[in-house]
């Protein structure tokens, strides 16, 4: 036999952390760890009231499915047998008359359908013997599963306060037994999950074979395509109900046991909903010999509003309808059958036996405690502002539940706030960051391309300039490859220079060698290798007197040359030579300037040059001298 799933359970597929339904388990049976994705319900912690699966928006939260095991049960040739919880006034009120109803359980495949207010009729009379001898012991009701176990797994001490009697759901199945025998198949229909629980502990799940909610209920139909207007009217089978209709109210079954209910002369206080009977079960425990009442206690507001209904609200809207319901049904009873049915059936055993199952954790200690209010900024208690936004009383009981290792800081919501707060801030400063480094690269891109127009610019110019040159002028690296060279250099190297220059504008990247006299090379490579100048040479070269002066422009990686031809017309006379001088000038101040924009190293060009001016001042001196 396969393992049952529990009655309730998290689909993490669904699951969007949300913590809601961490936030409403009345007993921390629901578990938040760092190192799981997601929420994790601990089935023996859990009581199954479904407040966790009412409160889920995504519907992660989801319960054990017994659709497949009640067809089962319909096609296993046994006699079926549906027991009806009263709360379909309040549930099916789209279906206009419950005899429509009925008729469309039958057509599920149901051999008899049983009303589960004969069994609340029942048990009423039973609770009402029991009070009545009950010699100052005060109990307090067992009909709710969910508190049934609340009470064996958290209040084990008050066990022994449980009343020792079945519910209207097990008191119906053993009616129903007796009339069609042990192998008839019984299946509960009601609003509630736990009774898929509550189900097991009775002959090892043999009593009531199966239970379905009003929710599955409704599949059912949907699957079958059962519909109100196609059916014909049924009624219930017998033996038929009385007060017991009202069972979903949380103070029915006490109308339906004739007991006192006035404030004065009352023995019972009823209460519902998860805020009363937490308080109730509190004071019970503590203040007992005080209050010196039995308690009646639905963990719902009534079975009116199940977590297994398709809906949870219009409360008093839906008590109407259950008081309608009651009042019909009450109406049309035989009473006189119904005495003789009670009377045979009250003879039934209706005890039942309740077991302590701890499930507290021990109090962590209040070092513990502490910590963690500091971690989540309430070490002070001025900061424990008891908000309940994380779903607990205060912010010491969160803290403690964080310390038992059931929650995680982060359910804190002003701690989670202060974090998020904390993050926006880093992100407004990052942000901020961000920009001025944007804004500073954008300006740093802005003087970039201002300073490399500006560095086009005077290389546009430069070249211009050295064109203009009637001075040779090349540049070359340390391969002695021409980086650059002008028309100049061109027209006195030769026609070998100039066809080279028609297909590479420059001479860019010829070699020098190919183009000057052995001796010349040497020059540039001297000058490469010792970053050395040579200054004023005189070379004969083809039909032409060259005077070359070849400096350092960049050490080791690159240098310069001025070729003269001085068998030019230009070189000729005092004159000549002066406005040579002055060309010089120029010239190489203009090369200096090209040494600068072409490499590194430009301080010390600059003073190459200044000497090569300061050589050829001399020498104009010493040529005017001659001439005199």
């Known amino acids: 036999m396969t393992e049952r799933k529990p009655v309730l359970f998290i689909n993490d597929d669904k699951c969007r952390n949300s913590y809601s339904c961490v936030r409403v388990c009345p007993v921390n049976a629901i578990e938040v760890k760092p190192h799981k994705s997601h929420p994790y319900i601990l089935p023996s912690r859990c009581i199954g009231c479904g407040l966790c699966f009412v409160s889920c928006t995504p519907k992660a939260i989801e319960f054990r499915d017994s659709k497949e095991e009640v067809k089962q049960l319909l096609s296993s040739g046994r006699k079926t047998v549906a027991l009806i919880e009263p709360s379909i006034a309040s549930e099916f009120d789209d ?21 589960v207010s004969f069994g609340v009729d029942l048990v009423a009379g039973a609770y009402a013997r029991l009070f009545s001898r009950a010699e100052g012991k005060y109990f307090v009701t067992a009909n709710c599963p969910s508190m049934v176990k609340m009470i064996e797994k958290f209040y084990p001490e008050l066990v022994s306060n449980l009343a020792p009697l079945i519910s209207p759901m097990i008191a119906t199945a053993k009616v129903v037994k007796e009339l069609y025998g042990a192998d008839a198949a019984t299946v509960q229909i009601g609003p509630c999950l736990d009774a898929k629980d509550e189900a097991l502990i009775y002959d090892s799940g ?10 599955e209920l409704r599949q059912l139909f949907d699957e079958m395509k059962i519909q109100e207007r196609l059916v014909k009217m049924s009624d219930f089978d017998p033996p038929h109900g009385n007060w017991g209709a009202l069972y979903p109210l949380p103070a029915g079954i006490i109308q339906a046991g004739g007991i006192k209910r006035d404030m004065v002369s009352s023995s019972v206080i009823t209460a519902s909903g998860k805020e009363d009977v937490l308080e109730a079960v509190n004071d019970f425990d503590k203040y007992i010999d005080t209050i010196k009442h039995h308690f009646n206690l639905f963990f719902c507001h009534g079975c009116l509003l199940g977590p297994a209904m398709e809906h949870h609200n219009e409360r008093f809207r839906r008590r109407a309808l259950v008081r309608k319901y009651a009042e019909k049904r009450v109406g049309k009873l035989d009473k006189e059958q119904w005495h003789k049915d009670m009377e045979r059936w009250s003879k039934m055993d209706f005890s039942r036996t309740c077991t302590p199952n701890d499930q507290r954790i021990p109090e962590p200690p209040t070092e513990a405690i502490n910590e963690v209010l500091k971690i989540v900024g309430k070490d002070n208690p001025e900061e424990e502002i008891n908000c309940g936004a994380c779903g607990y009383m205060s912010c010491r009981d969160f803290a403690s539940t964080v310390a038992k290792g059931l929650a995680i800081p982060e359910m804190c919501h002003t701690f989670n706030l202060r974090n998020k707060q904390e993050y926006i801030e880093t992100l407004r400063q990052t942000n901020r960051k961000l920009a001025e480094t944007k804004k500073a690269l954008k300006e740093s891109e802005e003087l970039a391309r201002r300073e490399k127009e500006i560095a086009q610019n005077t290389s546009d110019m430069m070249n211009n300039m050295l064109e203009k040159l009637p001075t040779g002028v090349v540049i070359v690296d340390n391969y002695l490859k021409i980086l650059h060279s002008n028309q100049s250099f061109i027209n006195i190297i030769g026609e070998d220079a100039k066809a080279i220059a028609d297909v590479i504008p420059g001479l860019a990247g010829a070699d020098i060698k190919t183009l000057i006299p052995f001796s010349v090379y040497n020059m540039f490579s001297f000058v490469i290798k010792e970053d050395e100048p040579v200054v004023s040479k005189d070379v004969h070269f083809e039909d032409k ?84």
């Open 95 to 115: 279906i206009t008359d419950y005899r429509k109803f009925v008729a469309m359980i039958r057509s599920l495949g149901f051999d008899y359908v049983h009303e």
């Open 206 to 215: 043999k009593l009531v074979d199966g239970v379905l909610t009003f929710i």
């Open 545 to 628: 007197m060259l005077n070359i002066s070849i400096f350092p422009i960049k050490k080791n990686k690159m240098c310069g040359a001025i070729i003269r031809d001085l068998y030019s017309p230009e070189v000729q006379g005092e004159e000549v030579i002066i406005r040579v001088s002055e060309v010089i000038d120029k010239n190489l101040e203009m090369v200096q300037k090209i040494g600068f924009l072409l490499g590194e190293g430009a301080s010390e060009t600059e003073q190459m040059l200044n000497s090569i001016i300061e050589s050829y001042k001399t020498k104009k001196v010493s040529l005017k001298n001659n001439l005199k």
